[in-house]
Antibody, heavy 122, light 108 residues
Framework: QVQLEESGPGLVKPSETLSLSCAVSGHSISSAYYWGWIRQPPGKGLEWIGS???????HYNPSLKSRVTISVDTSENQFSLKLSSVTAADTAVYYCARHKSPYYGSPAIDYWGQGTLVTVSS | EIVMTQSPATLSVSPGERATLSCRASQTVSSNLAWYQQKPGQAPRLLIY???TRATDIPARFSGSGSGTEFTLTISSLQSEDFAVYYC??????????FGQGTKVEIK
């Protein structure tokens, strides 16, 4: 059974960098899947942030691309998110997730972490 | 960016009744559409992918239809555990995936 678990600070100051990690268990991160991040502001809808493949090739939502970095650590079976220059608008529950390759098959998001709330406030 | 518009925002349905949720794309997404269910305090759960294919372990009362720009999620006979928020998502335009704003299915 694939399990994903987010970890990281729950409070980040404005203008600083938000950093989260996602530990994957029950599945090798080096398999033919993509690993991504999605966020959800309190009481609002879902926003896809970006995804990464085991090779380290990452793809980002164009609206966040200038501030986002996603990286993968195959030795630790985990991947990470960094979002720079945060503001209150970045306050959200952040989910890590898995999906198939968007280049063939159906890349719907089939496994999600439980989510972690990150609040941006001084 | 492809904008996904869901309607209605809230759907009030009695248990045992049929629920029909709509999702419209601002441009064609072919059949590259998924539906997710989210309950309070939980992560979304994949229900439907490829517009019509049920995900693993999803009951047969959930069905998806449509292609191009118009999509429907139907729950044939609502059970108590089906009251939740439902989101559609297009994965046609990589890497600019977008979600609808959600439809809340509540008890009438």
């Amino acid at each position: 059974q694939v399990q994903l678990e987010e970890s990281g600070p729950g409070l980040v100051k404005p203008s600083e960098t938000l950093s989260l990690s996602c530990a994957v268990s029950g599945h090798s991160i080096s398999s033919a899947y993509y690993w991504g991040w999605i966020r959800q502001p309190p009481g609002k809808g879902l926003e896809w942030i970006g995804s990464i493949y085991q090779s380290g090739t990452a793809h980002y939502n164009p609206s966040l691309k200038s501030r986002v970095t996603i990286s993968v650590d195959t030795s630790e079976n985990q991947f990470s998110l960094k979002l720079s220059s945060v503001t209150a608008a970045d306050t959200a529950v952040y989910y890590c997730a898995r999906h198939k390759s968007p280049y063939y098959g159906s890349p719907a998001i089939d496994y999600w972490g439980q989510g972690t709330l990150v609040t941006v406030s001084s | 960016e492809i904008v996904m518009t869901q309607s209605p925002a809230t759907l009030s349905v009695s248990p045992g009744e049929r629920a029909t949720l709509s999702c419209r794309a601002s441009q064609t997404v072919s059949s590259n559409l998924a539906w997710y269910q989210q309950k309070p305090g939980q992560a979304p759960r994949l229900l439907i992918y490829g517009a019509i294919t049920r995900a693993t372990d999803i009951p047969a009362r959930f069905s998806g239809s449509g292609s191009g720009t118009e999509f429907t999620l139907t729950i044939s006979s609502l059970q108590s555990e089906d009251f939740a928020v439902y989101y559609c998502q297009q994965y046609h335009n990589w890497p600019s995936w977008t979600f609808g704003q959600g439809t809340k299915v509540e008890i009438k």
